[in-house]
């Protein structure tokens, strides 16, 4: 069932973040937006007084935004789900594909299968190939009901849930089959995602733990600093190598370096399976994005066109917004996608 105004509500390790979008004219129109810093340790915690605490925040949030709460869409962390291509599957109907699925989850999924729940889009499915293309997403129950408690704990239901890497491809790329095969890198808090686009379908994903955390941890460590001054420096110097003697550059270059491995790989993997069609450009998303200097190290180094995510692009806003979305806009890439799902 489709609905007029959808609020995407993004739960991240960091800072919970919403959008508002109407959906009655031509174009999705912005209505509100804004973030909360998360409580901590927040959605990391199993504790009954750590969910409540995030409930609150996104109880705050949404009163502050006069956010409507009848169509909430959230997202899990991809560090949190499995997602597969499933290619090896003979023409079915939906009903046996129903069971097809359940029984290839069984292959790259670690929990007895009853313990997650299966979602799946079909990709293609042609009788004359005899061949069925499928995208699976397996969440488990754990995960799921412990994103409900928080939530229920302010009686907030949501109308919809999906992963982070779904939300961030409806926003970059959406359903547009011309845009070109890309490769969306979302760098949030605590992990950063991979996924690989192509004709608005996702077909490859992959998840890390090497976040901005991770980079924020290095310099404090390199240079001695606290945590919270290791904070500014990595927003104000990032990858830029003449700055600061080039230091901040040297704590972080390492971890970026496992980024950019992490991209070659993903990148190879997709090619190997789909060798007529190229990875044409790597979109940079999550506020991570914003490190200075992070889109020319990753052009130089991965050989691609890179640029920093834009997911306000396609959106109807007030002109006195732009500049202020602009300088935020990789940090709402999930937030928009969750709020453009309209059914
Ligand atoms: N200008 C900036 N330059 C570099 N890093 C930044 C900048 N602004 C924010 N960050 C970093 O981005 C990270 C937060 O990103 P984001 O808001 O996307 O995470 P999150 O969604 O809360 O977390 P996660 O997706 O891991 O659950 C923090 O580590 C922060 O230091
Ligand atoms: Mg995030």
């Not at 007084?49 to 009163?63: C, K, N």
């Not at 899990?76 to 989850?105: M, Q």
């Not at 190598?241 to 790989?265: F, N």
Request: aromatic fraction near 6%; proline fraction near 5%.
């Amino acid at each position: 069932m489709a609905a007029n105004i959808v609020t995407g509500l993004d739960l991240g390790a960091h800072s919970i973040k919403c959008v508002v979008l109407s959906h009655t004219g031509k174009l999705p129109k912005l209505v509100s937006l804004g973030s909360v810093a998360s409580p901590q340790p927040g959605l990391a915690s199993d504790g009954d007084i750590d969910l409540e605490a995030v409930g609150t925040s996104v109880e705050q949030l949404l009163t502050s935004l006069k956010a409507p709460t009848d169509a909430v869409v959230i997202s899990l962390p991809e560090s949190k789900i499995f997602t597969r291509v499933v290619t090896d599957l003979p023409f079915l109907t939906d009903e046996e594909l129903a069971s097809a699925i359940k029984y290839s989850a069984e292959e790259f999924v670690p929990l007895p299968v009853d313990q997650v729940n299966l979602y799946w889009q079909v990709i293609d499915r042609q009788k004359q190939t005899n061949k069925t293309q499928v995208f699976v997403v397996a969440s488990p129950k754990i995960v799921v009901n412990k994103y409900l408690k928080a939530l229920g704990k302010i009686q907030l239901k949501p109308w919809a849930m999906e992963t982070d890497l779904v939300a961030a491809a409806r926003a970059l790329v959406g359903s547009n089959e011309l845009v070109p095969t890309t490769m969306v890198i979302q760098m949030g808090a605590s992990s950063t995602d991979f996924a690989v686009i192509s004709k608005g379908v996702i077909l490859i994903t992959r998840s890390i733990a090497t976040g901005g955390i991770a980079l924020t941890r290095a310099i404090a460590q390199y240079l001695n600093f606290e945590i919270l001054q290791a904070e500014e420096y990595k927003k104000v110097y990032g990858l830029i190598e003449d700055q600061l003697e080039g230091k901040i550059y040297q704590a972080i270059k390492p971890l970026v370096d496992v980024l950019i491995s992490e991209s070659s790989r993903v990148i190879q993997a997709f090619q190997a399976k789909n060798s007529d069609n190229p990875i044409k450009r790597v979109v940079l998303a999550g506020s991570g994005a914003k490190l200075p200097g992070l889109v020319g190290y990753f052009a130089n180094s991965i050989g691609l066109e890179v640029q920093e995510a834009d997911p306000w692009d396609g959106i109807e806003k007030d002109p006195s917004l732009v500049t202020k979305l602009a300088s935020e806009a990789p940090s709402y890439t999930v937030a928009v996608g969750l709020a453009l799902r309209n059914e």
